[in-house]
């Protein structure tokens, strides 16, 4: 079920580190902020809080693989199987066998580089931690609700609420105030810089319309131009907290609004294209049919063309295989005939030439010669052992003589 996710992972960690989206992080984070992490993990080992950043990239290789054993381990503890914390002076390779023991136990592909996990980052990391948040999310039985807005009375918007309706009558009155003061003022040389703050001005007019002299203004072309001149000045802006839900709220049902408004002119225009669809469709197949109706009999013909076709092609093939046992066939017998011819051609040769009789004289005479030579050598041997022979029997009479003597 992880193979998806494992064959993106892969794809990303073939490219570069740094093709990590900060998405996939992003969704880890959440995981594990659902898994109450930052109170039985942080707290407890007394590590410091990590950012979304952390694994990202590789930067401080030996306190990110630290970070990601102790993750790894307090997860599948989470997922229920006995796994040590990690320290930081064990072996590397002993803690990733066990984390990737435990990744075969639960069908997780495991088929990739193990020098990539002693980098603490990438997108190898973040798919094992994914996996394993994942599952120890299916088992805890954690479910995602929809949320619910409460509707919340503030006082502070009623009041600007309030305050930004300015009825017609106060705003002609404040003007025509204000028009006074700021002629006075002109006419003075004089500029009042805290007139930008509406608070402030609404005050001030309130305060001096009861000394103010409609007679001042009598001529209507004058009031007109100090109402233009005045109005821009007389603006109440509300500003909104960007971070205030209500903005969103409204933001969202406006676009919404825009959508349903946008999408039915699309569905109308879909639904239109639906039925020229259909009814192209429709009649496709009325000619289809037709058309199959009237090439029936062309149709079966083909059939049988084809049948036959196919017949005479198997032939052929039967055929082209019979020559090739044929021709190889002829290449052996061919082959014998050469040699048979060949062993012919020596033994004719051998009859007709005499050169083995001359090789057999030229051995007789050598054996003779051998044997002259042998002759000799045993002529000179009997010579040499008759006169031994008759030297010692010199020597034994002259022994006898003396023997014969000294009785």
């Known amino acids: 079920m992880f193979r998806n996710e494992y064959n993106l992972a892969m794809e990303r960690d073939s490219g570069s580190v740094s093709s990590v989206s900060s998405f996939q992080v992003d969704d880890l984070m959440e995981k594990l902020k659902l898994l109450n992490y930052e109170r039985l993990l942080l707290k407890e080992m007394k590590m410091k809080q990590i950012n979304r950043y952390y694994f990202l990239r590789s930067f401080n290789p030996g306190e990110q693989f630290f970070m990601f054993t102790s993750i790894c381990a307090w997860l599948i503890r989470k997922i229920g199987k006995t796994f040590d914390q990690p320290q930081e002076f064990d072996d590397p390779n002993i803690v990733i066998s066990r984390i990737i023991k435990v990744l075969q136990e639960m069908d997780v592909p495991t088929d990739f580089q193990t020098n990539r996990l002693i980098q603490g980052a990438g997108p190898i990391c973040v798919y094992i931690m994914d996996c394993l948040a994942t599952q120890a999310l299916k088992l805890t039985k954690f479910q995602m609700k929809r949320p619910e807005c409460r509707k919340e009375d503030d006082p502070m918007v009623d009041l600007i609420e309030n305050d930004s309706e300015i ?97 039915e002119e699309t569905d109308s225009q879909l639904a239109k294209l639906r039925s020229d669809i259909s009814y192209v469709m429709e009649k496709i197949e009325s ?103 008759v030297r010692q029997g010199s020597q034994y009479a002259e022994l006898d003589s003396l023997v014969m003597a000294a009785h």
């Open 167 to 263: 009825i017609l009558e106060k705003v002609e009155e404040e003007q025509m105030a204000g028009g006074s003061d700021d002629s006075d003022d002109e006419r003075n040389g004089l500029f009042d810089l805290s007139f930008s703050d509406p608070a402030r001005s609404a005050v001030h007019t309130r305060k001096e319309m009861r000394e103010y002299k409609v007679d001042s203004l009598s001529d209507s072309e004058a009031w007109r131009l100090e109402l233009e001149r005045v109005l821009p000045q007389l603006k109440v802006v509300v500003k909104t907290d960007p971070r205030d839900w209500r903005a969103h709220l409204e933001q969202m049902r406006s676009l919404r609004s825009n959508i349903d408004s946008a999408t």
């Open 287 to 389: 000619r289809e049919k037709h058309l199959n109706n009237d090439l029936k009999d062309l149709i079966t013909q083909y059939k049988q063309i084809l049948i036959e076709h196919n017949q005479a092609t198997g032939q052929i093939r039967q055929a082209e295989q019979e020559k090739t046992e044929h021709e190889h066939e002829l290449s052996k017998i061919t082959n014998e005939l050469e040699n048979v011819k060949i062993q012919m051609e020596q033994r004719g040769n051998s009859m007709t030439d005499g050169s083995p009789l001359i090789n057999i004289k030229k051995a007789i005479f050598r054996i003779k010669e051998e044997l002259c030579d042998m002759d000799i050598k045993i002529g000179v041997m009997e010579h040499s052992l008759n006169s031994e022979i």
